[in-house]
Structures are given as structure tokens and as C-alpha cells.
């Protein structure tokens, strides 16, 4: 496959904004305060489905011990790292290089071995994984389906794939862009709500790829609980997928 062929997904525009705020990606105050509050909620999710895809006890520190796992839209690495800490082979890809340029200086500090590249997933030249993880990353690329289909060709034909993203409904126009953008807790233009996948959309565009769902759970917020998994997605939602057969 020539460069001229490969699937383009990055959103130049995206890429700029988020690469704009790299500066400020591990700064749990700053503009990423709101994937500092999703990330322990997400990280539930996906040790719980790891240790039920691959056999684990739920005790183990480290149950991606021998597994090889790629993170797409990886940011500066806030989710990088506690995979990598939970044992895994770490890659991760993102389309700012400002991004990159943060999360390879964050690794350094924290001591961890973290291959991190910036470009479009499939320029990257990498073979397949255990893991595959995408974070509020489908709602900002260029076409979807495309992106999923690289998802899946990254996949080990036994792998797991594990993808969150914001909901398209009321809920989430009110309190995730309107609200929370003029609250601070996200940046202004982060989000376009018209771009947000629907459960039913985004469980079609997996099962066009030959994938099923495996668990599906919201992200929800309450007063009382904060962020949480729920089975409301009205706002938000996490799931895990593996190929069909």
C-alpha cells in the first residue's frame, strides 16, 4: 500500500486544537480536568474486561504481563501509562506531535517504556495487538468507518478492543459541551455534537468491521457519585469488542 492510499482520518484542525493544550494535559486543574475525573472510571472498565477476556483473577498487579497493547488518540499518555503499569507492552499514537512530544517527557519522568508515535495509525507501520484502546477519539476523526476499520486491522485476530465516546443526545449537548466548556472543565471547541456517535451508530460501524460487542456500560454523573459506570448513556459510554468467530 502506497502513502497516497493509506486511510486518512486526522482532522487537522483537531489535531491543532488538542495539540495546542499539550502543555497542560497532566495538569488534573488544568484543561484536561475532565479526562482526569474519566480516566479512573474508564480504567475500572477496562481491567474488568481484560481479566474476563483473557482469563484474569481480578488480584493480579499486572495482568497485561506478555500483551502488546495500542492506544489510538493516546493525548499526552494519560492512559498509556497505567497500562503500561499494569504489565502491557505499550504503544501509543496520536495526531498532535505536540502530544507526543508531552508524553514522551512524561514517561521519562515516571520511568516507563512507552513507544510513543505521532501521524495517522496507518502510517505507523505497526502489526497487530492484544489491545486495542480508543478513548473520546472516533467523535473527533475524519471518517469513522475508516477509523474503525484500522482499528480492527491492528487487532489480533484473539485481541480485545475497549472504546469510549460521548453520546449524541439533549444530555449531552447540555452538559458536555455547553456546560462543561463554559465551566472550564473541557476547552472551548472541544467538542462538536453533531460528530458524537450514538450507541446503535457506533455499534453498527463495529459489527461492519466484524466485531461484537461484548459489554457496554455508560459513564454517568451524579452529585453523590461523581463519575461512575452506569447503565444510563446518556451522556457518556465505554465498551469492549472482539471479532466475530
Given at each position: 500500500?502506497?502513502?497516497?492510499?493509506?486511510?486518512?482520518?486526522?482532522?487537522a484542525?483537531?489535531?491543532?486544537?488538542f495539540?495546542?493544550l499539550?502543555?497542560?494535559?497532566?495538569d488534573?486543574?488544568?484543561?484536561?480536568?475532565?479526562?482526569?475525573?474519566l480516566?479512573?472510571?474508564?480504567?475500572?472498565?477496562?481491567?474488568?474486561?481484560i481479566?474476563?477476556?483473557?482469563?484474569?483473577?481480578?488480584?493480579s498487579?499486572?495482568?497485561?504481563?506478555?500483551k502488546?497493547?495500542?492506544?489510538?488518540?493516546?493525548?499526552?499518555?494519560?492512559?498509556?501509562?497505567?497500562?503500561?503499569?499494569?504489565?502491557?507492552a505499550?504503544?501509543?499514537?496520536?495526531?498532535a506531535?505536540?502530544?507526543?512530544e508531552?508524553?514522551?517527557?512524561?514517561?521519562?519522568?515516571?520511568?516507563?517504556?512507552?513507544?510513543?508515535?505521532?501521524?495517522?495509525?496507518?502510517?505507523?507501520?505497526?502489526?497487530?495487538?492484544d489491545?486495542?484502546t480508543?478513548?473520546?477519539?472516533?467523535?473527533?476523526?475524519?471518517?469513522?468507518?475508516?477509523?474503525?476499520?484500522?482499528?480492527v486491522?491492528?487487532?489480533?485476530p484473539?485481541?480485545?478492543?475497549?472504546?469510549?465516546?460521548?453520546?449524541?443526545?439533549?444530555?449531552s449537548?447540555?452538559?458536555?459541551?455547553?456546560?462543561?466548556?463554559?465551566?472550564?472543565?473541557?476547552?472551548?471547541?472541544?467538542?462538536?455534537?453533531?460528530?458524537?456517535?450514538?450507541?446503535?451508530?457506533?455499534?453498527?460501524?463495529?459489527?461492519?468491521?466484524g466485531?461484537?460487542?461484548v459489554?457496554m456500560?455508560?459513564?454517568?454523573?451524579?452529585?453523590?457519585?461523581?463519575?461512575?459506570?452506569?447503565?444510563?448513556?446518556?451522556?457518556?459510554?465505554?465498551l469492549?469488542?472482539?471479532?466475530?468467530?
Amino acid at each position: 500500500m502506497t502513502n497516497a492510499s493509506l486511510p486518512t482520518t486526522i482532522n487537522a484542525a483537531e489535531a491543532a486544537h488538542f495539540g495546542s493544550l499539550a502543555a497542560e494535559w497532566w495538569d488534573p486543574k488544568g484543561s484536561s480536568a475532565m479526562l482526569h475525573k474519566l480516566n479512573p472510571v474508564r480504567l475500572g472498565f477496562i481491567r474488568t474486561a481484560i481479566d474476563a477476556h483473557f482469563g484474569g483473577d481480578g488480584k493480579s498487579r499486572h495482568p497485561l504481563v506478555g500483551k502488546a497493547v495500542l492506544d489510538v488518540g493516546c493525548g499526552a499518555g494519560l492512559l498509556c501509562e497505567p497500562l503500561a503499569r499494569l504489565g502491557g507492552a505499550v504503544t501509543g499514537v496520536d495526531a498532535a506531535p505536540e502530544n507526543i512530544e508531552a508524553a514522551k517527557a512524561h514517561a521519562a519522568l515516571s520511568g516507563l517504556a512507552i513507544d510513543y508515535r505521532a501521524g495517522e495509525i496507518a502510517a505507523q507501520g505497526l502489526g497487530q495487538f492484544d489491545v486495542v484502546t480508543c478513548m473520546e477519539v472516533i467523535e473527533h476523526v475524519m471518517d469513522p468507518a475508516a477509523f474503525v476499520g484500522e482499528l480492527v486491522r491492528h487487532l489480533k485476530p484473539d485481541g480485545l478492543l475497549l472504546l469510549s465516546t460521548p453520546n449524541r443526545t439533549a444530555a449531552s449537548r447540555i452538559f458536555l459541551v455547553e456546560a462543561a466548556e463554559r465551566l472550564g472543565q473541557v476547552p472551548r471547541g472541544t467538542h462538536d455534537w453533531d460528530k458524537f456517535l450514538t450507541p446503535e451508530e457506533l455499534t453498527t460501524l463495529l459489527e461492519d468491521s466484524g466485531l461484537e460487542i461484548v459489554d457496554m456500560k455508560g459513564i454517568a454523573f451524579s452529585p453523590m457519585s461523581g463519575l461512575h459506570l452506569s447503565s444510563k448513556m446518556a451522556l457518556n459510554y465505554i465498551l469492549s469488542a472482539r471479532l466475530r468467530g
